[in-house]
């Protein structure tokens, strides 16, 4: 449909629209031009022509205009009341959103129909873009679109601000170096966090985590609600992972944001000697948690075995050369089956080390992400095929160690 200039025009005027709703359907029409000086050029002539060439006269907002119910008139109100609530709170960017009365948009729909929508830009989009001007004016900081630090949400239905303060995540790299802490924060299984007898009331499991161990003076620092913890992959509770795990930290709705990574560091590494050190912390976004979440890292792995028979060096030769590249078969261990589908899994072994020390045997194991390596020592009843122990006789895995997550490869 062809837009027709002036029957827009006298639509327009008869409905008594303000300059800026009336700008705001010509918006195309005049390139980078503020709508509310479109709306004056186009009030004042009747060929787009003539409207292209005169002078703009003051721009005029109405309260009781029937496409905005005079929201123009309330925009530099609600960027001040969102630049006040955002003064006490660290920021680089925000994000503008608006609720409006839902008979506007009815009403807005109704007019693109009649006189078409071919030049026009919406309502929510003028509102916010105005209020985000504003709000940039008055605080300095910018517009993001697409990862804000802080979306300011105006309603003009109430007229008041709120704030949604979006979540800080830091990447990061972590070691543990004692056996017994699990990743993240384990709730108790008799109470599920409310506090029991048998979690003396804690509420969990264990003591402590590598998650809470992070997250504690990054906490204390931005003041945030709440944590989660995205590790790639994780070690079990009784081996220790002395190559560094990429991990990232998601801080709910901190108050301040502008960190000293090395600083955080060291607050990090001198509350937790002995347990967890961390490294390479930065900024990092939520696309980085999908990324380690699904990175799939070769890890290489130091096992203490111990044999219930002398192990030959036959049968430590040909541990070796079987679990070159090799392919085993992993149906689930009985001590995962609870939070894992029972089912077979293909992994690759790629290399293994095997030498004697002392009276039991040492091994360092390359493997494919997901590989299970206490089973691929002792075979699980069967379960894992083929296995240490179908060269080595009844073995079993007594300290698990993770020696490197193969992440830059
Ligand atoms: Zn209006
Ligand atoms: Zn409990």
């Known amino acids: 449909m062809d837009f027709d200039y002036s029957a827009a025009r006298k639509h327009l005027l008869e409905i008594g629209a303000c300059d800026r709703c009336i700008g705001r359907q010509f918006h195309r029409l005049f390139e980078g031009m503020d709508q509310g000086a479109i709306g004056s050029k186009v009030r004042q002539s009747n060929s787009l022509a003539e409207a292209r060439h005169c002078e703009t006269d003051k721009v005029a907002l109405k309260k009781d205009c029937p496409l905005c119910s005079g929201y123009f008139l309330e925009t530099d109100a609600m960027a001040k009341k969102a630049a006040e609530l955002l003064a006490g709170l660290d920021y680089e960017n925000f994000l503008v959103g608006c609720r409006v009365d839902r008979a506007l948009l009815g009403r807005e729909e109704e007019l693109w129909v009649e006189i078409g929508a071919l030049h026009c830009e919406p309502l929510k989009k003028d509102l916010v873009r105005q209020i985000g001007l504003e709000l940039g004016k008055a605080t300095g900081k910018e517009a993001e679109f697409t990862h804000p630090d802080v979306t300011a949400l105006a309603d003009f239905t109430t007229g008041k601000v709120s704030l949604n303060i979006h979540a800080l995540f830091v990447y990061g790299k972590y070691k543990k170096l004692l056996r017994g802490i699990p990743q ?31 997250a504690k003076p990054f906490m204390e620092k931005t003041g945030a609600k709440g944590e989660k913890f995205h590790g790639s992959g994780r070690e079990d509770i009784d081996a220790t992972c002395l190559g560094w795990r990429p991990f990232v930290l998601e801080l709910q709705q901190p108050l301040r944001r502008f960190l000293d990574w090395e600083e955080m560091a060291k607050e990090v590494n001198s509350s937790a000697t002995g347990k967890i050190e961390v490294q390479k912390l930065r900024k990092s976004s939520k696309e980085e948690v999908r990324r380690i979440k699904a990175a799939r890292h070769d890890k290489t792995y130091e096992a203490i075995i111990e044999c219930e028979n002398d192990a030959s060096d036959e049968a430590i030769e040909s541990v070796i050369n079987e679990f070159q590249e090799k392919e085993i078969s992993q149906r689930t261990p009985d001590r995962v089956s609870h939070r894992r589908a029972d089912l077979v899994r293909k992994r690759a072994i790629h290399g293994v080390e095997l030498e004697k020390k002392g009276l039991r045997l040492r091994a360092v194991i390359r ?8 089973e691929l020592i002792s075979g699980d009843s069967g379960r894992t095929k083929p296995s240490f122990a179908d060269f080595l006789g009844p073995c079993k895995c007594v300290e698990l160690n993770v020696l490197e997550v193969h992440d830059n490869v």
């Open 184 to 214: 993240t924060k384990w709730f108790c299984r008799r109470c599920r966090g409310r506090g029991c007898k048998e979690c003396n009331f804690t509420g969990k499991m264990y003591e402590e985590s590598v998650e809470e161990i992070i």
């Open 367 to 374: 493997a494919e992400a997901g590989a299970y390596i206490k």
